[in-house]
C-alpha cells in the first residue's frame, strides 16, 4: 500500500484499501473500553475504532457530521443493536449527545476520512478529478466558493495560517488572474494551476498543491475551531476517570490538544488575556507519555500514521472550567465564513 499524492490509500493495483484505523492498539490502552462502559466516538468515519470499541464489551454514541457516513453506518448499528447509537452531528457539539451521568471516554481522530478520500465526488482529493468541494456535512460554503470569491488578502491569509504555505502569495495572485477568467470548478482545475505557479522539484516529497488543499478544508469545515470546542464538550461531558483520546495528523491540531491538556492540568498558568490569582485545579491528569506517535511497523503498513500523534487525559473531578479560546491562538478568520457561490 502506498499513499497517493492526494493523501489517500492505494493497494498494489492503484484501487482504494480498506480503511486502517490509525493507533489502534495504542488508542484502546489509553480509552481502557470495557463491559458496561459507554464511549463516545466524536469521528465515526468507516467505523474502525468503534468496531474495535464494540469488541472490548463497550457501548458506544458515534458522531460523524457526514450523512455519508452515517448511511454507512446503519449496517453496523443492526449489527450491534442496543449497543451503539449512530447520529449526524458535529463534534463539537458532543456534549449534547452525552447522558447526564457523564461518558466513560470520549475518541476523537482529526481530519479528514480515507473513506471521503477515495470519494471523487466529494472534492477533498486532488488525486481524483471532481468539483472543487471538501464539505464533510455537505452544506454550507465549498472551496470552490473560497478560491473563487475570497478577497486575495484573505486567501493569502487562509494559505499561510492553515496551510503552513511559503508560496501562499505567488499562488493567490495566480488564482486572483485566472478566476477572472473562467471560475475554479475542478479539484484538477486548481491543483494544475498551482502546480504550473509552483512547479514540483525533485527533492520535494508532497505535490505543490498539497498545502493550499489542507487550508481550505481546514477553513471549508472550520476543523480548527470544532477541535478546541470538541475539546472543551468532553471535559464537559466526561464523568471522572472518564478519558479522553484524541489522534491528529499535523501539527495544527497537535498543538491545539497539547495547549488544551497543559491549561486543563493546572500547568499552564492561565490565559494570557487572564493573568492567574490564585492556584488552579487540574481538570485532566496525563494518561502514559504526554505524545505517543506510531512506531515503524504501522507507518510501513499504514502511511497515514506517520504523522498520527496520540494524546490522552483522565477526567479529575474538578468541574470543568469556562470555554476560553484565547489558550489556543488561533486564526481569527471567521469573518471569511460569509462566503458564497
Not at 473500553?33 to 469488541?55: C, H
Not at 452525552?98 to 473513506?115: C, H, K, N, R, T
Not at 484538477?188 to 512547479?199: M, N, Q
Not at 484524541?246 to 491549561?263: C, G, N, P, Y
Request: no cysteine.
Amino acid at each position: 500500500m502506498v499513499a497517493n499524492s492526494g493523501g489517500g490509500l492505494t493497494d498494489a493495483d492503484g484501487g482504494p484499501v480498506r480503511h486502517i484505523p490509525v493507533l489502534l492498539k495504542e488508542v484502546l490502552e489509553a480509552l481502557a473500553p470495557a463491559p458496561g462502559k459507554l464511549i463516545l466516538d466524536g469521528t465515526f468515519g468507516a467505523g474502525g475504532y468503534t468496531s474495535a470499541i464494540l469488541a472490548a464489551g463497550a457501548d458506544v454514541i458515534a458522531l460523524d457530521r457526514d450523512p455519508t457516513a452515517i448511511a454507512a453506518g446503519q449496517a453496523m448499528v443492526a449489527a450491534h443493536a442496543g449497543h451503539l447509537t449512530l447520529i449526524q452531528s458535529q463534534f463539537s457539539q458532543l456534549a449534547d449527545h452525552a447522558p447526564q451521568d457523564g461518558l466513560d471516554g470520549v475518541v476523537l481522530d482529526i481530519g479528514v476520512s480515507s473513506m471521503q478520500l477515495d470519494e471523487a465526488e466529494r472534492g477533498f482529493s486532488f488525486s481524483k478529478n471532481g468539483p472543487l468541494d471538501m464539505r464533510m456535512s455537505a452544506s454550507g460554503v465549498s472551496a470552490a466558493d473560497v478560491v473563487n470569491h475570497a478577497k486575495l488578502a484573505d486567501l493569502i491569509r487562509i494559505f499561510v495560517f492553515l496551510g503552513e504555505e511559503k508560496q501562499a502569495p505567488r499562488i493567490a495572485h495566480a488564482i486572483e488572474k485566472r478566476r477572472a477568467e473562467a471560475p475554479f470548478v475542478t479539484t484538477r482545475d486548481l491543483a494544475g494551476l498551482i502546480e504550473v505557479v509552483t512547479p514540483r522539484k525533485a527533492k520535494d516529497k508532497i505535490h505543490p498543491a498539497t498545502r493550499v488543499f489542507q487550508a481550505l478544508r481546514i477553513f471549508v469545515n472550520d476543523e480548527l475551531g470544532e477541535l478546541a470546542q470538541a475539546l472543551f464538550a468532553a471535559e464537559r461531558a466526561l464523568k471522572p476517570g472518564g478519558r479522553l483520546v484524541v489522534v491528529t495528523f499535523h501539527s495544527l491540531e497537535d498543538r491545539i490538544v497539547k495547549k488544551f491538556f497543559t491549561d486543563r492540568s493546572g500547568r499552564a498558568g492561565g490565559s494570557r488575556h487572564m493573568p492567574v490569582v490564585h492556584e488552579r485545579l487540574a481538570t485532566f491528569d496525563p494518561i502514559g507519555k504526554s505524545m505517543i506517535s506510531a512506531g515503524d511497523a504501522e507507518a510501513e503498513i499504514n502511511p497515514r500514521a506517520r504523522s498520527a500523534k496520540l494524546r490522552a487525559g483522565l477526567r479529575t473531578g474538578v468541574q470543568a472550567e469556562a470555554v476560553d479560546l484565547s489558550i489556543f491562538d488561533l486564526p481569527n478568520l471567521a469573518s471569511l465564513g460569509k462566503l458564497g457561490g
